[in-house]
């Protein structure tokens, strides 16, 4: 099975746990402070970023939607105010954030149509051909083993189903890139020291985004994982980017 470098990028280098684990504990950690840092580290952009990437399943009207790594929940709210789907299971490996999300969704009364459960992206645990759309925001970079996450989310959809992919990148615009570098490096890491008392979060969200296979190099791994299809689109100057591929129908 196929290993990328962003595999072995660790929040915390002295601990002993493997990644799954501590991806987990230093969300426990973040996870009271995790929305507004989203709002304040991007200006509020990650909202607009989370539209992009739920208009790429409107053409296909999904009915049962899977969120990979759906944290607090925002993704999973946003997909059933714009798309209206029948049910859409979030899961994630963080109970801390999970607690939120489902508060966040007990507030805006959708238990019947938000489910947020526990769960591993790479062993869900749901039958094959299961879900119309899978999606997954900032969630990808933080598999252990990336290859094998794909390969679960491909298992979990039905034949002719969506994966939406939205994940940081870097921007390629060589004059942005200098002011980029210094706010990943510097800024991110200072400001999450100081609001969410964890800098190693924030150094980890730089080291894993500079290792990430992305643009065209993650094209190929999603064809390798069984994805036809398959595209790309940068927003905001590259700072992030939507992947989409289908699950092919012979």
Known sequence: ????????IVPFKDSQKGKKNQVAD??????????????????????????????QLKSIQPQKILD????????AIMLYKYLQPREIIG????EG????????????LLNSHIDLRLGDSEAINFPDNTFDAVTV???????ENLDQGLKEMYRVLRPGGKLVILEFSKPKQRWFQGLYNFYMKIIAPKAGQW?????????????????FPEGETFLPILQQAGFTETIFKSLSLGICT?????KRTE
């Open 97 to 108: 954030m999970l607690k939120l999300g489902r508060e966040k969704v007990s507030k805006l």
């Open 1 to 8: 099975m196929a290993k990328f470098q962003h595999d072995s």
């Open 91 to 94: 899961i994630d490996i963080s």
């Open 68 to 75: 990979v790594a759906t944290g607090t929940g925002d993704v």
């Open 26 to 55: 230093m969300f426990d950690q973040i996870a009271f402070r995790y929305d507004f840092m989203n709002r304040f580290l991007s200006g509020g952009t990650d909202i607009y970023w989370r539209k992009q990437a739920i208009k």
């Open 242 to 246: 939507i992947y989409c591929g289908i």
């Open 137 to 143: 925001a900032f969630g990808v970079r933080n598999f």
């Open 195 to 211: 609001l969410s008392k964890n800098k190693d979060a924030y150094q980890y969200l730089n080291n894993s985004v500079k290792a």
